[in-house]
């Protein structure tokens, strides 16, 4: 909201490039951010706007039948 507000912009006006930009410099964020955009959306303060999903990426340790088995 911040950003938004010291780049003059207000919910209505965020657009996907606004947001993309945002998101750019924030990446740590987005998961945050897709639940404020849910809900300014349900209340018709903000347009239609989708905040990327990071899928889990696959299983980097495994571990040993032995130490499954504990």
Same mark, same amino acid.
């Given at each position: 909201?911040?950003?938004?507000? =010291?780049?003059?912009?207000?919910?209505?006006?965020?657009?996907?490039? =606004? &947001?993309?930009?945002?998101?750019?410099?924030?990446? +740590?964020?987005?998961?945050? &951010?897709?639940?404020?955009?849910?809900?300014? =959306?349900?209340?018709?303060?903000?347009?239609?706007?989708?905040?990327? +999903?990071?899928?889990?990426?696959?299983?980097?340790? =495994?571990?040993?039948?032995?130490?499954?088995?504990?």
């Amino acid at each position: 909201m911040a950003w938004l507000d =010291f780049n003059s912009i207000t919910l209505a006006d965020l657009s996907q490039e =606004f &947001l993309d930009v945002w998101l750019t410099s924030n990446p +740590t964020t987005a998961r945050c &951010l897709s639940a404020v955009i849910r809900w300014a =959306f349900a209340r018709r303060t903000a347009g239609k706007v989708a905040v990327p +999903t990071k899928r889990p990426g696959l299983p980097s340790r =495994f571990i040993h039948s032995d130490e499954l088995n504990q």
